[in-house]
């Protein structure tokens, strides 16, 4: 091992302690970016990311005020010949509700047994602190190997409405030759995981409604159509029998999986007895034909996220309620387009809505799926990071989720991402009792520590 290596990976081993006092205080910030309320809160998240990058030496460290919340920026480029890399991470998180599940409150970080529990923990702020402490390690023991700059935002939770403009708008500023994304997670402790595709996400909202204002269901039951149940019924129509989504030309752009793919998928160790253990659900669901991890990664879904409608308090109460509500969003796979996944589902509507109701459909953030080069030298560069730490080939693999970012750098500035985080499957992300296991999250940094300088110009 280098000198640099050695003295690198010592210096956050003996500074854990201290890496999790700061932890605890980004994690005491409630920074979440949907809430108005909180607007302070993110922009008081946004100064702390700012001042740990000013610590670390970094230039030109910048807040930059969108319409929404800001983006933190900062670089140094004092390695001549060597690649530059930009990091990226967000600092805001999901709301907290339903706060009473939680077994100690979201913003008081606790560490209880081997995980530290708190909202933001593994979903991003424990990430966003990997890059931090590994980039601290090295500046400390000699500095950095490669030229770095850094993009923090505070929207990715309402999805980015405003990054990519930032982005368009600082082409120059943000000009790099790899994207580091540590927002995703490994599949298990013990199974380092390099994700190398993501879906995209088209989210709506449908609101049907009826009479003027709701209705004593025995005087008007029968004489006019009630929108709960139209709403009810035009969900239903969305899935055929096979699990497959019925909007007219969904699976149209769909890219089918190669045989190579689907071996690479089906050969991850994570078997339907895995997503049974972290659901909790009685059975699996889904599109015929494919395996959980092929559907979950690799395949398109139409989801109702959320459904309002007529009386839902204690008791009874005999309504045809005025309107109904929906969320309902889809997890698209490359080449789909949300523009025309939006296009379809009016199609639909427009076809299947009967005339004896309005409807009206909104669009919320959303953006492509991306799928990124497996054989970068930055995926080459973490592969062997992840292999020092774990001692074991990581895995490859298509992840479910969603980051907008990586597509907009695709598209804007022509770079590919690589993306490796520590989060793990049972960590609770945008659930109640969220945490990180801590080893994870050290054996993380060590990872970041060998990936820059895997990528150290010989
Ligand atoms: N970190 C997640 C994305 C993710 C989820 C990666 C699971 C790996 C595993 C990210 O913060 C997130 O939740 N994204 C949203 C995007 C949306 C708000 C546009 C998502 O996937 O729902
Ligand atoms: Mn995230």
Redesign the pocket.
Known sequence: MTDQRQAALEYAHKNKDRFLAEFKEILSIPSVSTDPVHADDVRKASEWMAAQLRALGMQKVQIFPTALHPVVYGEKLDVPGAPTLLIYG?YDVQPTDPLDLWTTAPFEPTVRGDDIFARGAS??KGQALVTLKSVEALVKTGGMPVNLKWLFEGE?????PNLPKFIAEHKDLLACDLAVNP???ILGQELPTI?YG?RG?AYFELRVTGPAHDLHSGIFGGVVHNPANVLAELIAGMHDAKGRVTLPGFYDKVRELSKAERDEINRVPIDDGHYLKNTGAPALYGETGYSANERAGARPTLDVNGLLSGFTGQGSKTIIPAWAMAKLSCRLVPDQDPEEVHQQLIKYLETHAPKDVRWELQVH???PASISDRNNVGVRAMGAALEAVWGKRPFFRR??????VVADMQQLLGVESVISGF?LPDDN??APNEKQHLPTWYRGIDTFIHFFLNLKPA
Not at 156 to 160: A, C, I, N, R, Y
């Open positions: 967000h979903d991003m990715e939770e309402v999805g980015s927002d995703a997670g994700t993501l996400l953030a959303g953006g992840e479910g989720g969603s980051i907008p989060g992300v945008h």
